[in-house]
């Protein structure tokens, strides 16, 4: 499993965009790349997926250059309810696949 | 859409009692689940993959006999916590894949087990 590597914390203010990134230098062919959303004492929650180029959806837009070995996680205008640890997950969706959690990202969204 | 639904959500025990937290895929069938542990501030540990109708698979470090993992059926999982102590405190959390293979799943709302 490609291993990845997140900024362990980052700060913004509301209405701002943020930008997490991750590396994953040793992603492979058949990995897709997965960002998951995790509060406090709960589950964590699907936020995207890609595999190259950029994904939007409603609530982020997921940036992959040419050689994958990074994503970019955007979070357009974000909320103090956006304060939350995220994961940046590497894997194949040929087969089965476990999902390996990293450290995450600790987003901190003050007023 | 589909949901994964944990239960107990908040437990507490005394020390070697046994606790089992409940896994069930509401509107869709998962032939496997995984089982995490997740210590205070931080990162999600696999535990173990349930399967069903099969034994389950557990990591490296994991004890089989401590951790007791059934998958009777394609709705639901349970992961029995034997003989519990302290140190088995923590938040558990189990998820089902979107569909095989798909590295997009569901999970749980989680199980805080606080054993005194």
């Known amino acids: 499993l490609a291993k990845t590597t997140q900024p362990i914390s980052m700060d913004s203010y509301e209405g701002q965009e943020v930008n997490i990134t991750c590396s994953h230098n040793n992603i492979a062919t058949n990995d897709y790349i997965t960002w998951y959303q995790q509060f406090p004492s709960q589950g964590p929650r699907f936020i995207i997926q890609g595999y190259k180029t950029k994904v939007t959806n409603e609530v982020a837009s997921l940036f992959i250059p040419a050689d994958r070995k990074s994503s970019t996680l955007s979070l357009p205008r974000v909320s103090l309810s956006d304060t939350a640890v995220y994961y940046c997950l590497v894997g194949t969706n040929s087969g089965y696949s476990t999902l390996t959690f990293g450290k995450g990202t600790m987003l901190l969204v003050s007023p | 859409g589909a949901v994964v639904s944990q239960h107990p959500s908040r437990v507490i025990c005394k020390s070697g009692t046994s606790v089992k937290i409940e896994c069930r895929s509401l509107?869709?069938?998962?032939?496997?689940m995984f089982w995490y542990r997740q210590f205070p501030k931080k990162s999600l540990m696999l535990m173990a993959t349930s399967n069903e109708g099969s034994k389950a698979t557990y990591e490296q470090g994991v004890e089989k006999d401590k951790f007791l993992i059934n998958h009777a059926s394609l709705t639901l999982s349970t992961l029995t916590v034997t003989s519990a102590h302290p140190e088995d405190s923590s938040f558990y959390i189990c998820?089902?894949?979107?569909?095989?293979?798909?590295?997009?799943?569901?999970f749980g709302q989680g199980t805080r087990l606080t054993v005194v």
């Open positions: 509107d869709f069938q998962a032939t496997t």
């Open positions: 998820s089902a894949p979107k569909s095989t293979g798909m590295t997009e799943a569901f």
